[in-house]
């Protein structure tokens, strides 16, 4: 039970992330209000010094806790600066005014610098915001002075000794997340097995949702590796045995989801989402061979669950010996080729699980092994023996002036926040703040105008919500003041614990516990928070309108840019991997391969403008949703060719083949003229089709197949990422035209 609740827990929030981050800034609040209140001061102070304290805590974003301390202890005196800046001029407004302006172009401009710059400005602009809802004068800035100190105090001890979160430690969870997440998915591939044609729908969406998921986990750990490991050979290794286990549960689901189809299951079925089920028939095999699969695959999914300490015995040996045997061709059971080919898949996924083991958990009893486990095994060390981590990553260009992000984003909010700051003391002379609050939040982590605009709704909706929620709950509270702290701790857990699934219920928890705020600072009414929202509408659309007006980067345009930046990636994955499998050198692909993945991450989130459901324009949504849904199919081939590439140096049934250079020239050039027009509207490039890559895979006139079992595996992803290549021209408005005669 307790490891079910643990694996439960991991799956759902990777690396215990949310709940760090909620329960550290629920702790740095808490003992803030303690001493403070041990201290005698006033509401005010309390409320200043549980605001600081929050943004103390959630502004540090570096992933070792040296360059964390450091960042926390600069912090401070920014902090201290800038409440004493806001007091000074509080009287002065127009000085007031522009100084707070030149502080938000500063704080964006900062960011530049890295997680320490984006931090600093971030506790600049957020101290100077919380000096304005205090209305700090400066008589108090002493007391505001030992607050914040306190505050930072808080943090620090919270951060360091009660909750604290070494690198090395999220790694570890993030590991055993992705575990969970691999159980999760293959007990869901272990449905399709009985799934009829009412239920496949549903078990389909659960299949891509599950493999997104694992995909997702993957590259949180991709993102960790290196600070998380004690040297880069282990980074190297763990990420190789990742990557291998990832590709062979999605190809496993695959196979499955072909056995259950009368033809062989299009890769982009797992991927875009709403695709239609193929047509299932009965179960794809006899009765016996059927609950042979369905052992198997809870077998398989105990290997991966089964803790490290319960690892051990002859059970466990005799489960992962019968599955490794099913990469012998003598040893799979007599079925259909299609069921043949889940065993197979079968065997694969199990290898790929005791090579995670064997990263993660260190060496593995030997003592039972069968003689297709020893072989295993051996092609593992011997993998990992050849594992070369000296390379270092190239230097990436940066822009300049202008064209650089931080500086055309600091320009766009600065004018954003002038148009919030005169449109908002026209509303509010007294909270006039909260329009520039939003114009501020909505340029965070975007960086086209449609991500500001689907960020500016969905800050809308959430306060709207918010503020209903906030009558409730200042009626409940009333003049309790510990109380209305307790539920504000309790809203600020919330909020940090769904920020990363829901900007709408992150601004609903935070306008709910600005409700309570504004109860204990005996200034709550319903006018108040009508005001509120008011001034959070005019917050977005004058960031909106700075976003369109200054210095503009068009969704179309950004999508553009990393759309070849994907297809960029995609062309240097496909071409390293097939030189290699054709005898050529070797080359760092899995980094490559990852590379891609993170190119594909930023166009996804990049398209959520498009694909948003309040978007007006379906069809232009549908088409966004296909190609993300074509690029991801291309993807996964291009992985799933790089690991068998990877493999080549150290697996005897895998050999070079030169002829697979002519296999894939067609699919490179093809790449290459899509991202030509993608850069280019006028260019004249046109995507050329041809005989498909499967009549390779034909036996010659004697009936003897031309490639071998592996070399085939490899055309057949050629053949895929061929067709998925072909299928991108036609949304993207690229000729295709068949080969001269």
């Known amino acids: 039970m307790r490891t079910r609740l643990r694996d439960h827990a991991a799956a759902s929030d990777p690396g215990l992330l949310r709940l760090t981050a909620g329960l550290r800034t629920v702790g740095a609040i808490a003992l803030t209000l303690a001493v403070l209140a041990l201290s005698g001061v006033d509401v005010k102070h309390l409320v200043a010094g549980a605001m600081t304290a929050m ?144 239920d496949i729908e549903k078990v389909l969406e659960r299949l891509r949702d599950g493999t997104a998921r694992l995909h997702e986990t993957a590259l949180m750990i991709q993102s960790r590796l290196e ?12 990420q190789r045995r990742v990557a291998d286990a990832e590709i062979a549960a999605e190809r496993l689901g695959l196979l499955l989801l072909t056995a259950r189809s009368a033809e062989r299951a299009d890769t982009l079925t797992l991927h875009l989402p709403g695709a239609p089920a193929p047509s299932v028939g009965r ?65 694969e996924s199990a290898r790929a699980v005791m090579g995670l083991r064997m990263a993660l958990d260190g060496p593995q009893d030997e003592s039972d092994d069968s003689p297709a486990t020893a072989r295993s095994r051996e092609e593992l060390d011997a993998e990992d023996a050849a594992i070369d981590a000296g390379e270092e990553a190239a230097a990436e260009e940066t822009e300049t002036g202008l064209r650089r992000p931080t500086t055309r984003a600091a320009v766009q909010v600065a004018v954003g926040s002038s148009l919030a700051i005169v ?21 965070i982590n975007t960086a086209s105008t449609g991500e500001i605009l689907v960020k500016g709704y969905r800050r809308v909706l959430g306060t709207v919500l918010g503020v209903v929620a906030g009558i409730v709950l200042a009626g409940v509270a009333g003049n309790h003041t510990w109380t209305a702290f307790a539920l504000v701790l309790v809203l600020i857990f919330a909020m940090f614990y769904t920020a990363p699934l829901s900007y709408t219920l992150m601004s ?118 296909y190609v993300v849904a074509l690029l991801e199919t291309c993807a996964y081939h291009a992985r799933s060719l790089a690991a068998t590439a990877e493999l080549l140096p150290t697996h005897p049934s895998i050999a070079a083949d030169p002829r697979l250079r002519g296999a894939v020239r067609r699919t490179v050039r093809n790449i290459g003229a899509i991202a030509a027009r993608v850069a280019d509207d006028d260019a004249r490039t046109e995507v050329e089709t041809g005989p ?24 057949r992803h050629l053949e895929r990422l061929d067709e998925a290549v ?16």
């Open 55 to 198: 943004v103390a805590t959630f502004a540090i974003r570096e992933k070792e806790l040296g360059p964390q301390a450091v960042t926390l202890a600069l912090g401070l005196p920014v902090a201290l600066a800038s409440v004493s800046l806001s007091s000074l001029l509080a009287s002065r407004v127009v000085v007031g005014d522009a100084v707070f302006v030149v502080l938000i172009f500063s704080a964006v401009f900062v960011r530049r610098f890295g997680d320490r710059g984006t931090a600093l400005g971030l506790i600049g602009f957020q101290v100077y915001f919380v000096s304005l809802f205090v209305d700090a004068k400066v008589s108090g800035l002493p007391g505001l002075w030992a607050a914040i100190a306190v505050a930072f105090a808080s943090s620090a001890v919270v951060r360091f000794a009660v909750v604290p979160a070494t690198p090395a430690r999220i790694l570890r969870r993030l590991r055993q997340a992705f575990r969970a997440r691999l159980g999760r998915l293959i007990a869901t591939q272990a449905e399709l097995l009985d799934a009829g044609p009412d």
């Open 227 to 238: 600070e998380g490991t004690p040297d880069a050979s282990t980074a190297r290794l763990v």
């Open 283 to 347: 179960s794809p095999a006899p009765g016996e061979a059927t609950e042979i699969l369905r052992r198997d695959l809870g077998a398989l999914r105990a290997l991966v669950l089964r803790p490290p300490a319960e690892a051990r015995g002859t059970a466990l040996s005799h489960l992962r010996n019968r599955l490794l045997g099913y990469r012998d061709e003598e040893n799979l059971p007599e079925a259909t080729p299609a069921v043949q080919d889940v065993f197979r898949g079968i065997g």
């Open 423 to 443: 449109g908002g003391e026209l509303l509010s002379t007294q909270r006039w703040y909260w329009a520039v609050l939003t114009c501020w939040i909505v340029f």
């Open 508 to 625: 609903f928890f935070v306008t709910a516990m600005l409700g309570l705020l504004y109860t204990l600072l005996h200034t709550y009414s319903m006018s108040v928070l009508l005001l509120r929202v008011e001034e959070t509408v005019l917050g977005a659309v004058c960031g909106i309108v700075a976003a369109a007006l200054v210095l503009p980067i068009r969704t179309d345009r950004r999508t553009n840019e990393l759309l070849g930046t994907v297809l960029d990636r995609l062309t240097d994955v496909t071409e390293g991997a097939v030189d290699q499998l054709s005898g050529g050198t070797a080359a760092d692909l899995l980094d490559t391969a990852r590379e891609l993945d993170q190119a594909l991450g930023d166009l996804r989130a990049a398209t959520q403008p498009l694909t948003h459901p309040i978007t007006p324009l379906r069809t232009r949504r549908d088409t966004a949703q």
């Open 692 to 715: 498909s890559i499967a009549s390779l895979l034909e036996p010659d006139a004697g009936g003897t197949p031309r490639y071998g079992r592996i070399t085939g595996r490899v055309l």
């Open 726 to 741: 072909v299928g991108l021209a036609r949304p993207l408005d690229v000729p295709v035209r068949a080969p001269k005669r």
